[in-house]
């Protein structure tokens, strides 16, 4: 007989905080395309951003 021992994770807060469900996820960011467009403009609206001002 052979027993295996079983494990569960702990809930990350992080992955279900309430907002934007898997569908929307992967419409957004599904292909890579999309994922490195959306991180352009995220990274665009930082640097024009008026607290990196000085």
């Not at 960011?29 to 959306?38: M, N, T, V």
């Amino acid at each position: 007989m052979i027993l295996m021992e079983v494990t569960t994770m702990a809930m990350n807060r992080v992955q279900f905080q309430p907002g934007l469900s898997m569908a929307e996820f992967i419409r957004r960011y599904g292909s890579e395309r999309q994922c490195e467009q959306a991180l352009i403009a995220a990274r665009d609206r930082c640097v024009t951003a008026e607290y990196w001002r000085a």
